[in-house]
């Protein structure tokens, strides 16, 4: 099974960082995945971590730590287009292979 | 092409009708997925596709039942739905089930009067 923990809302104001921290207990990993979903759309990939240590793209980092079943999502430089739900997921291996798990997802609020 | 497409994108039906929601994606992609997404709510997985073989189904009731014809196509038959079936029906894609991200639809949003 498994357990995905975050925030279930942050705010920030725009030009900022913001960091949005998940939690995760699983049987099995295999790899954790960081979405983007605005409103009433379908969830765009954002980053994905499979070894511990931090994954740079553009404005969005993302980190791991397998040890402590931990990731956070680091946006800079927001803008009001990045206020939207961004959604932790797991992927789990061993015999569960190909479950994908989601998170709550974490509403982001930019404010000018 | 990274695209996954969805059809339709909304769907009104009754509780005795059959309908059948598609998805199609012509990136090469192994793996194929169904998931269900009510309101402020995460997707939740239904079904899981390798190689055109169902692996996983998520103990989800007879009346949804997936169907995947070929490597790019996969429907989701439906029959006596409930009003609780409401949702966003997200279809989504990966390279294989422990390769590569997944690629979403914008899904068909079901009302099930």
């Known amino acids: 099974g498994q357990n995905i923990d975050q925030p279930t809302e942050m705010t920030a104001t725009e030009g900022a960082i913001v960091q949005i921290n998940c939690t995760y207990q699983?049987?099995?990993?295999?790899?954790l995945f960081w979405y983007q979903q605005h409103a009433g759309e379908a969830p765009t990939f954002l980053s994905y971590?499979?070894?511990?240590g931090l994954e740079e793209k553009g404005r969005f980092s993302s980190f791991l730590s397998r040890s402590k079943g931990y990731s956070y999502l680091l946006l800079k430089e927001l803008q009001m287009k990045d206020s939207a739900s961004y959604l932790c997921?797991?992927?789990?291996?061993?015999?569960?292979?190909?479950?994908?798990?989601f998170g709550r997802g974490t509403q982001l609020t930019v404010w000018p | 092409d990274t695209e996954v497409t969805q059809t339709p994108k909304h769907l009104v039906m009754g509780m005795t009708n059959k309908k059948s929601l598609k998805c199609e994606q012509h990136?090469?992609?192994?793996?194929m997925y169904w998931y269900k997404q009510k309101a402020k709510k995460p997707p939740e997985l239904m079904f899981v596709?390798?190689?055109?073989?169902?692996?996983i189904n998520e103990s989800v009731p007879s009346r949804f039942s997936p169907e995947c014809p070929n490597s790019s196509l996969l429907n989701l038959h439906l029959h006596a739905l409930q009003p609780e079936d409401s949702a966003l029906y997200l279809c989504?894609?990966?390279?294989?089930?422990?390769?590569?991200?997944?690629?979403f639809g914008e899904g068909s949003r079901l009302t099930v009067l």
């Open positions: 997921a797991v992927r789990e291996g061993g015999s569960t292979l190909g479950r994908l798990y």
């Open positions: 989504a894609s990966s390279q294989g089930t422990n390769t590569g991200e997944l690629f």
């Open positions: 971590n499979v070894l511990d």
């Open positions: 596709y390798s190689y055109e073989k169902l692996s």
């Open positions: 699983t049987s099995g990993f295999n790899g």
């Open positions: 990136m090469g992609h192994r793996a």
